[in-house]
């Protein structure tokens, strides 16, 4: 391929199977003598002998790398800053038949997914963790192998090689390169870096012949050699130019270098202005030259406005100078002694030329018969170049190129001219055009080159009519049969490459083609391109385009080489060329490689076969479509993505002066595939150092560094490309984890080699050990593992961190054994939190630093979809196991070195110690908050800058001093904690976007280890780093514990400053630690004004979460602080409602009024909606106030049975005493025949009673259960003797009316209740009404003549009577809505609500343990259908002994006497009115008549 003379011959050792000894006698290539490949005879042999002694004289490069690797080194040090005393070595190619055998580009990439070179020898249980080159890990306990090592690859070059071989070497591809020759020297630096490029024209070029250059501007030309090996002295040669005043045309002069004779080390140089005015200077080093000495003349141009515009050297001291309109001057610089004498004169028309040709020239034709301008004024040269020789002694053909016609000269030395033809180029490219392309296109000719074979190549640009598009470049290939013959247009070949600029015809925009040695090779040079070509008649097509930085534009190129051409064709083509911010480059081709991989093949590989197809009839030629703008057909698009990416990664990073532009482009819409794939190969290949790019270092942790900037230099080319949105993020997250893993291998070997470097005891050489077992586990058997891991198998890393801690515990547990042995197992486990620290550590570093450029921060949902290699959850388990074993380790060291750090943890139980519902907890309320210690940590933690955090220690080293491991190992508490946490967010983020199941349990398992990890750094002194952990990771209820457990002095200063970062949500952390610590006055007396409003949607949130809470209760206790009396009232009514305590009930109930109040005075316009809720609330008072009333009756009924003989205890719930004042009550209020026919219900009653007893609320049905179920409540004076007399009229006032009692208060509540239960507990009321008389009885009394008034008198006795005089006439409720008739009353059709809905699953689910009550189970259900169904027996007989008509009676005497007794109350109120409006009336008249009578 490609290198620099500076290579040496290398020998490489190879990886071997066994740890036996490798052989050094390698056999190397044998050495070869470098010299160049220009310059390989000097010029006294003649031309044709250079062209033999060429190929043998040509340097020998290349080496063999390994099996087949090969070598791309470069030329030792870059020297771009050097100055001409000080040239570069200039990059010369040898032939490619001289080259040690290299592995193809193709070869390299059919592979790229085979990350290393382990093979499967059976399948394992363990599957690859984290996508590392090795498929599984085989536990070295059970002595399991999994791989086998198979067909390993050598390392490249040897270890004495350096990367920075390649500094000569700006880009290589797999059939071309770039190499940076010399610098500018600082004269030609300071010089370009005074003008303006694009005010001042500049001229720039360099000599075919030797290592001599030039830059011109219109007044001065520098000539310097950029070879220090051709010039014996090295300068920079400053020349005046010709006419440098010329205010007409101020444009660069024509220059061209002359070569001198033998003298390798010296030149000519040939300067001519635009007006016509020569210079020659045949030495500007050595003899008799000079820049002051040289030979002037004037071309003595025919028109006044033409000007000179091209030069061209036809055989040596023969020169052709062009102008515009088409004048060539043949200009001599020797006379025929060959004696130095510059002549010059314009060319005539041949006396053998044909007549028909005269005709149709103009200002082509110079001489003294056609001096006369152009005959078209649009037409104007483009080019000139120089074809083969003829059969005339020293002569050679001469193409002369303008923009719509070409013509063919022959000049010679000792001959005259001879012009043979012109035609019309351009009409007959055009044809070819549209015959070729199927359209009609704008052709427009740029450059002319000729090959060896005397084919002539035009450089065109396409511009298609119809379509639009921008301009294509096309090479057309010209034959002619005969030397004088017009030629006929054999091929066009479309370009790829589609400038960027707009081209044109002459000036520093206008293409050139240039052909090396007459082809194949060729290239299309543009102001900022370099295309390198080979088109279809060489047998294999290739086109690559090299593009530069706008500020290295390229100035100047080689000139064309005089004829004469080689004989043979060469291996190489190359092209040198000046780059404006850089100096001299070198653009080469292997034209060797391009045709053998062709011949190897057995296959046409060119771009497009068809194109390929050489005619001589035009006619003939395949139509293959619009090949405007179009590229050809790419094989394969990951390969061109992938070589471009390479050539960026290791050309362009690293090397700042490369002058290149590096850019890739792709069309896809979305992602693309092909590009991911080619940067995850070469990433890959980087990775496990398989790139044929990178050579081996025998500085190892240099070589793991170089690789890292590389790995990271390919997401950096795809970012500066603006291509980051063609990645998908599961393709940049693995590119970053090739860095990150790259990353930990670096400083891993750091660690190794500070381990190597403090020389300690066999616990420092872990890594080592472990990375050897790891790779005999793998069936790698090495002499040095260590370093064969880190330059093959650094994907593993992730493993190896695993396997170290399956097999560390085994380790540690057989070095407990001795006293020594437990010593070096603390080290081991202290080493191996150094490895995982360091490891990790950097990964992440790496992570967080680079995460804008891989696009893969922020908290979308898509960040978490790819699993990291870090994410694993082995990796999880082994900090969390890393942390364990590290607390105790702390422990077991403080407990025999450090009793103040041993105390201190003893004395401290972390979270999932113990059972945290069973800790203590204590108050201590100060000022405006509350300090609560945590009930096992210690109240005073030692800070990190005390005396005794310092320990003291006699020495820093670990290995000598306990106290210094322990201080060591207690700070890798922190990094671990810090790491642990960070791969437990990543992992449920993970799982959380790709909706796994097992996110759950990962965040519950999170939420329990970090306050642990957290709080443990307390006890070690290291509360500081709890606080930065707890802040970072947003674990805001550690924060408070450990404000309130390490800062209580100071936790109002710190609940403002985290109050200020982390606002509502450490405020809601705040309030649930004070909620359960039950600190109500820290909670509400909070002083900062900001809390208030936060402190009342906490409140409303826990109420509606937990309407029966404290919070709930005491909320509105911050409601009144923020004069919120609305709020506090339906807080208030709300809790009241929802109390289970009457007393409760009875004060919220009333405070709610009170608030409802103020919020009437504080605002007026709450209107109806004021008198609703006091209505409601007056309800909710009355339900209370019954609930009241019963139990103080309860309790006077058992009093009274007791005859006072014992204070009845209240509220005591466990009292035994109280338990039988219960039960006497239940009893005393129903009959035997009750507890007998019903006693389901009777137990239900008797809860109901208990309930009533201890205070409790009671619901709606239950209050009306309690009321109407019992059938013996008496109301005597005995029983209520010992009640007040207010107290006595309330209770006889509860048994009398207490039917009527039950429905009113179910009118009330029915707004609250569903239909179903409202129905239930109505039909409930009045079924028991019914039953509560002995219809029976009553038929028999009135069975005879009974007058009626005795059977009013006897319906008047009814309970029924009663029940319905106090719902008609006291409590007026509406009929009928709450009255039913006897028949509309039977439970039989509410049994599945009654026993099912209702009292089964409530009482079933009340099992009060130990209590002794005997709650209702499912077995009691079909007791309750069975007591319902009594209930509705007895209601049927008692309809049959006249129920319907009584009910009917009874309620008619009712109604008429409510009826009456309204009416009379108004007329009563009616007379009362007439009364006083008589009064009134007599009054005034009384008054009139005194008045007239003191009037007379």
């Known amino acids: 391929m490609f290198t620099s003379p500076s290579v040496r011959v290398r020998r490489r050792p190879t990886a071997q199977q066994s740890r036996a000894e490798v052989s050094s006698s390698d056999s190397a290539a044998p050495k070869q003598t470098l010299k160049r490949s220009i310059n390989a005879s000097t010029m006294q042999n003649g031309s044709l002998q250079k062209a033999a002694a ?72 363990d599957e690859p963790i984290f996508g590392a080159s090795i498929a599984s890990i085989a536990s070295a306990a059970s002595g399991r192998t999994g791989l086998v090592a198979e067909d390993v690859k050598p390392a490249r070059g040897t270890e004495a090689d350096t990367l920075q071989t390649t500094d000569h070497i700006l880009l290589r591809g797999d059939k071309h390169a770039v190499f940076d020759v010399a610098a500018f020297p600082e004269a030609v630096r300071r010089q370009l870096g005074s003008i303006d490029p694009e005010s001042v024209p500049i001229s720039a070029g360099l000599s075919s012949e030797s290592s001599f250059a030039f830059v011109a501007t219109p007044t001065t030309c520098l000539v310097w050699s950029y070879d220090s090996a051709s010039s014996v002295m090295g300068g920079v040669y400053r020349l005046a130019m010709p006419d440098p005043d010329d205010a007409t045309d101020f444009a660069a002069p024509l220059v061209a270098l002359v070569s001198v004779g033998e003298v390798q080390s010296d030149v000519g140089v040939l300067a001519c202005s635009a007006t016509g005015q020569l210079r020659f200077w045949d030495r500007v080093a050595f003899g008799l030259g000079g820049t002051d000495r040289f030979h002037s003349r004037d071309l003595d141009l025919p028109d006044a406005s033409d000007r000179c515009v091209q030069i061209s050297e036809a055989f040596a001291g023969l020169f052709v100078v062009a102008t515009i309109k088409g004048y060539l001057f043949q200009v001599s610089l020797q006379d025929v002694q060959g004696n130095v004498e510059l002549t010059a004169r314009c060319l005539s028309r041949s006396a053998g030329a044909r007549t028909g040709m005269l005709s149709r020239m103009s200002s082509l034709l110079g001489g003294s018969q056609f001096v006369a301008a152009a005959a078209d004024a649009s037409d104007a040269l483009v080019s000139i170049a120089g074809g083969g020789r003829t059969e005339i002694r020293h002569s050679r053909e001469l193409y002369v190129l303008t923009r719509q016609r070409l013509a063919k000269w022959v000049v010679s030395r000792a001959h005259p001219e001879r012009f043979l033809f012109s035609m019309d180029i351009v009409t007959a490219l055009t044809q070819a055009a549209a015959q070729r392309l199927g359209m009609d296109v704008d052709v427009g000719v740029y450059d002319i080159a000729t090959t060896r074979s005397g084919d002539v190549y035009v450089l065109t640009g396409l511009q298609g009519l119809q379509s639009g598009r921008r301009e294509q470049l096309a090479v057309c290939i010209l034959r002619s049969s005969r030397v004088s013959t017009e030629p ?130 035009t006619a003939a030629w395949p139509s293959l479509g619009t090949r405007i703008g179009k590229a050809p057909r790419p094989s394969s698009p990951e390969r061109e993505y992938q070589t471009q990416i390479e050539q960026a990664v290791f050309f362009r990073f690293g090397n700042d002066h490369n002058p290149l532009l590096f850019t890739i482009k792709s069309r896809a819409t979305g992602v693309d595939p092909a590009l991911e794939t080619a940067a995850l190969r070469v990433s890959q290949s980087i990775l496990d150092n398989t790139s044929h790019f990178i050579v081996d270092r025998l500085d190892l942790g240099s070589h793991l560094n170089e690789r890292l900037r590389r790995t990271r230099a390919v997401m950096q080319f795809i970012a500066d490309s603006g291509l980051v949105s063609k990645i998908s993020r599961e393709t940049r997250v693995q590119l970053c984890a090739h860095a990150e893993k790259l990353a930990a291998a670096v400083a891993l070997w750091t660690y190794q080699n500070d381990v190597w470097a403090a020389k300690r005891g066999a616990a420092a050489q872990l890594l080592d050990n472990l990375v050897a077992s790891f790779l005999e586990s793998a069936g790698l058997q090495t002499r040095d593992s260590l370093r064969m891991f880190f330059r093959q198998h650094v994907a593993a890393i992730g493993d190896v961190l695993v396997f170290m801690q399956r097999n560390l515990a085994p380790l540690c547990r057989a070095l407990d054994d001795s006293e020594s042995g437990r010593r070096d197992s603390q080290l081991v486990s202290y080493e191996a939190n150094r490895v995982v620290v360091g490891a990790l550590q950097a990964a992440f570093v790496f992570r967080f630093q680079n995460a804008t450029l891989y696009d893969i921060d922020g908290s979308s949902e898509s960040n978490g979809a790819f699993e990291r290699w870090t994410e694993h959850p082995a990796i999880s388990d082994l900090l969390v196991q890393r942390l364990e074993g590290s607390y105790r380790l702390c422990r077991e060291i403080s407990g025999q070195h450090c009793a103040s750090v041993y105390e201190r943890i003893i004395a401290t139980t972390l979270p999932s110690d113990e059972d945290p519902s069973d800790a203590s907890r204590s108050l201590d309320i100060f000022d405006d908050g509350v300090s609560i210690s945590h009930p096992s940590l210690p109240d005073a933690a030692e800070p990190d800058s005390s005396e005794e955090a310092r320990m ?85 209820a550690s924060l408070v514990t450990l404000v309130f457990t390490t800062e209580r002095s100071n936790a109002a200063i710190y609940l403002r400053k985290y109050v200020e970062r982390f606002g509502r949500d450490f405020a809601d952390t705040l309030f649930a630690y004070y909620e359960k610590r039950q600190a109500w006055a820290s909670l509400l007396n909070a002083q900062d004004s900001s809390f208030d409003a936060w402190l009342k949607e906490y409140v409303e949130k826990r109420a509606e979460y937990d309407p029966h809470g404290p919070v709930a209760q005491i909320g509105w206790i911050h409601d009144v602080k923020m004069n919120d009396f609305n709020a506090a009232a339906t807080r208030l009514a709300r809790a009241g409602r929802d109390s289970v305590e009457v007393d409760q009930a009875r004060t919220m109930l009333s405070l709610s009024k009170l608030a409802f109040v103020a919020a009437e005075c ?101 209050l009306v259960d309690a009321l109407t179920f019992p059938d013996d409540m008496p109301a005597t004076d005995s029983v209520l003797a010992s009640c007040s007399a207010d107290d006595a009229e309330q209770c006889n006032a509860l048994i009398r009316e207490r039917y009527s009692l039950a429905i009113d208060i179910l009118s009330r509540a029915s707004i609250s209740l569903s239909e179903q239960t409202r129905e239930a507990a109505l039909k409930t009321i009045w079924r028991r009404v019914f039953l509560n008389d002995d219809w029976s009885a009553i038929r028999k009394r009135l069975g005879g003549n009974v007058p009626d008034s005795e059977l009013r008198a006897e319906l008047a006795r009814t309970h029924l009577y009663a029940v319905l005089e106090s719902c008609l006439a006291t409590r007026e409720l509406t009929h009928p809505d709450w009255y039913l008739l006897p028949a509309d009353v039977f439970a039989a059709a509410d049994l599945d609500y009654l026993v099912s809905a209702r009292l089964a699953p409530r009482f079933a689910s009340e099992s009060d343990v130990g209590s002794g009550w005997q709650p209702l189970t499912s077995t009691t259900a079909p007791a309750l259908n069975k007591d319902y169904g009594e209930e509705d027996t007895r209601l049927r007989a008692a309809i049959k002994c006249g129920l319907d008509s009584y009910y009917a009676e009874i309620l008619r005497t009712v109604s008429d006497q409510v009826n009456r007794c309204r009416q009379s109350a108004d007329g009563d109120a009616s007379d009362m009115d007439a009364a006083s409006s008589s009064a009134s009336t007599e009054a005034l008249d009384v008054e009139d008549e005194d008045v007239r009578m003191e009037s007379d």
């Open 952 to 1036: 003291r220690l006699i020495s820093d080293d670990p290995y000598v001093s306990s106290l210094a491991l322990l201080r060591e190992t207690i700070d890798q508490v922190g990094p671990l904690a810090n790491l642990c946490f960070r791969v437990f967010v990543d992992r449920i983020t993970h799982l959380q976007a790709t909706g796994s199941s097992e996110a759950h349990a990962l965040v519950r398992r999170y939420d329990a280890a970090r306050p642990r990890y957290l709080l443990c750094l307390v006890p070690l002194a290291r509360a500081s780093v709890a606080f930065r952990l707890a802040e970072e990771y947003h674990d805001l």
């Open 488 to 617: 006929d247009v054999l091929g066009m070949w479309p370009l790829r490459y589609a400038p960027d600029t707009e081209l044109s015809q002459c000036g520093p925009n206008c293409p050139r083609l240039v052909l090396p040695e007459g082809g194949p090779g060729m290239f299309v040079v543009l102001r900022t391109a370099v295309i390198a070509l080979m088109v279809p008649t060489a047998g294999a097509s290739f086109e690559e385009a090299i593009s530069f930085r706008a500020e290295d534009s390229i100035l100047g190129i080689s000139t064309a080489p005089r004829f004469p051409y080689v004989q043979h064709e060469s291996s190489e083509s190359s092209l040198v060329l000046t780059c404006a911010g850089t100096g001299v480059l070198q653009v080469c081709i292997e034209v060797g490689k391009i045709v053998s991989a062709v011949a190897s093949a057995g296959v046409d590989t060119r771009a497009d076969a068809d194109d390929s197809e050489i005619r001589t009839n």
């Open 54 to 125: 060429l190929p043998a004289n040509s340097a020998a490069f290349g080496q063999q790398r390994g099996h087949d690797d090969t070598d791309y080194s470069a030329a030792q040090s870059s020297s771009h800053k050097k100055q001409a005393v000080e040239p570069k070595r200039p990059v010369w190619l040898a032939p490619f038949a001289q080259r040690v055998q290299e592995p193809r580009v193709a070869d390299v990439i059919s592979e790229p997914e085979k990350p290393s070179t382990l093979q499967h020898k059976k399948v394992s249980e």
């Open 1162 to 1262: 504080q605002d007026g316009n709450l209107g109806e909606a004021i008198d609703e809720v006091h209505a409601r609330l007056e309800d909710a008072l009355e339900m209370c106030e019954v609930q009241e009333n019963l139990s103080q009756y309860l309790t006077a009924v058992v009093r009274s049975n007791r005859n006072h003989a014992a204070e009845i205890s209240w509220r005591r719930r466990d009292d035994v005493s109280d338990k039988k004042a219960v039960l006497d009550a239940a009893m005393l209020t129903t009959t035997p025949e009750i507890r007998h026919e019903r006693p389901a219900l009777y137990v239900v009653y008797n809860e109901l009673v208990r309930c009533i007893w201890n205070g409790r609320m009671l619901s709606v049905e239950d």
